[in-house]
T-cell receptor
Framework: QKEVEQDPGPLSVPEGAIVSLNCTYS??????FMWYRQYSRKGPELLMY????GNKEDGRFTAQVDKSSKYISLFIRDSQPSDSATYLC???????????FGTGTRLTIIP | DGGITQSPKYLFRKEGQNVTLSCEQN?????MYWYRQDPGQGLRLIYY???????QKGDIAEGYSVSREKKESFPLTVTSAQKNPTAFYLC????????????FGPGTRLTVT
């Protein structure tokens, strides 16, 4: 079983819809949770990081962490065609500087 | 402009040859990282360095080597011992002890035939 599981998609939604992207994990020692956006053939771009549980909002993006369920989510409001990309979740314990990545979810926003 | 540069964008090599991928950053970051990305797999850590002249193996270090002689530079050598070197290679950097806030370069696509 992988430490971090992420549905690869692909996920297609109409423009303007709310998108929900999710990851589950098995390592209860994870304390930092990150979301990256990666356009085709480009390097990942950090969208948000959260520490421990709770919500964090940045513009149209909201990251949510539920440590009791070992489940994290990224919500995108008012989705735009420019949001079409692969979204990667990543996690880190407090004890070292290594990240564990999910495999990524490919998202397409249909105009 | 501050950022991370990787060169070249595409690299082609014959089997049995060593090849070095370049990574430079002008963000004044202490820590630098090398990842490999394959289709259907998450990013996997090859090596990382938290300070000049020091580096640690990641999860898939076999067949790779690195050096960190300058804060700005962290080149990766893919040796002939790497059994499956064709992949997309990504370099990242972060401030010290802030691996949760890594910034990535544009990547180098290496094809070995």
């Amino acid at each position: 079983q992988k430490e971090v599981e992420q549905d690869p998609g692909p996920l297609s939604v109409p423009e303007g819809a709310i998108v929900s992207l999710n990851c589950t994990y098995s390592n209860s020692a994870f304390q930092y949770f990150m979301w990256y956006r990666q356009y085709s053939r480009k390097g990942p771009e950090l969208l948000m990081y959260t520490y421990s549980s709770g919500n964090k909002e940045d513009g149209r993006f909201t990251a949510q962490v539920d440590k009791s369920s070992k489940y994290i989510s990224l919500f995108i409001r008012d989705s735009q065609p420019s949001d079409s990309a692969t979204y990667l979740c990543a996690m880190k314990t407090g004890g070292n500087e290594k990240l564990t990545f999910g495999t990524g979810t490919r998202l397409t926003i249909i105009p | 402009d501050g950022g991370i540069t990787q060169s070249p964008k595409y690299l082609f090599r014959k089997e049995g040859q060593n090849v070095t991928l370049s990574c430079e950053q002008n963000l004044n970051h202490d820590a630098m990282y090398w990842y490999r990305q394959d289709p259907g797999q998450g990013l996997r850590l090859i090596y990382y360095s938290q300070i000049v002249n020091d580096f640690q193996k990641g999860d898939i270090a076999e067949g790779y080597s690195v050096s960190r002689e300058k804060k700005e530079s962290f080149p990766l050598t893919v040796t002939s011992a790497q059994k499956n070197p064709t992949a997309f290679y990504l370099c990242a950097s972060s401030m010290a002890l802030r691996a949760y806030e890594q910034y990535f370069g544009p990547g180098t696509r290496l094809t070995v035939t």
